[in-house]
């Protein structure tokens, strides 16, 4: 195909120099070519602002930026702002692109369908063992209504927030930028580039290779972060229940998910966090207390989840711990 078109490839960079290579090397490896690969180098310790400037030494297609550190949201928005190609997608440091044609076969749907979003697929890789197993993806390559990809976007049917294994038009993001300050970042945002787009296509390409990074502990992570999630959710929830009132049980769907993530997330904490965060556990089981009649009857919910949340919502999760021991 014709590559009349440049592709602004944003990859937010930070202490990822062991992985960086690889992300990288498997970009300049796609057929289309007609690329702009912009590394933000969000103030790095180690030494993946070297790996960067020595990349852009070799290929002029690269531009790299180095800022002080302010997330990854701030990096993405950095390059969003400096970004030339009429087309834009992101790619993590750490992840890596499965099929050096991805670029190639999205351009070649987005222009066919002439839609401004072309969604694909992904492989999750395990960082302790090495193993890769399909992850999100479409089942078939169609072309869609916004609104009928937040209907499967809500409930992780082939696709999900990550903005990653997506192509965009940059006139999406023209009103649009991601939150800084917060993690979870990505769910505040997708669902509205979808919207922007009004017409997408998903694609049953397994494109991106998601590296989930080796985890030491067998306790969670617990700070204030660990409740941007639930933020957003009950934020996308109040603000899609009212605007497209056909998605209200998809949308509580995922706010239930949002606010199961944030009573685990403790629940599995160290004794001293769940004693730190208990008023923010306290405050999340209220919210599902609040959804019980959906926890109860409502769609989407399988019988595992639907005891495990409604255990979370009573305060008796401590008890059943050992038998919900993970996530969705």
Known sequence: ???????????????????????????????????????????????????????????????????????????????????????????????????????????????????????????????????????????????????????????????????????????????????VGKTSEDVAIVYKLVEAAGTVVMTDLPYYNYYHRPNSTTTASVSQRTFYMEEFGREIYADVSKRYPSLEKEVHYFLIYTIIYSVQTVALSSPEDQKKFAPQAKQSRAHLRQHTGFLLTGPYLNFRTRVRALCMAYGIYGVMRKIFTRDR
């Open 1 to 179: 195909m014709e590559q009349n078109y440049l592709i602004s490839i944003i990859v937010p960079v930070y202490n990822t120099g062991a992985l960086l290579p690889r992300c990288i090397q498997s970009i300049q490896a796609q057929t289309y070519k007609n690329l702009e690969i912009l590394l933000i180098d969000d103030g790095s310790r180690d030494d993946s602002g070297a790996i960067c400037d020595a990349f852009a030494a070799e290929d002029p297609r690269i531009r790299v930026i180095h800022k002080e550190n302010g997330g990854q949201s701030s990096a993405r928005n950095l390059a969003l702002d400096l970004a030339k190609g009429e087309y834009i997608t992101c790619v993590d440091s750490d992840d890596w692109l499965e099929d050096e044609t991805a670029y190639e076969k999205m351009m070649e749907l987005m222009l066919q369908y002439q839609v401004k979003l072309v969604c694909g697929g992904r492989y999750d890789i395990d960082g302790d063992t090495g193993q890769r197993s399909l992850g999100l993806c479409p089942a078939k390559t169609e072309v869609m209504t916004a609104e009928q990809m937040l209907k499967k976007l809500f409930v992780w049917d082939g696709c999900d927030s990550a903005p990653c294994d997506k192509l965009y038009h940059r006139s999406v993001f023209d009103n649009l930028r991601f939150p």
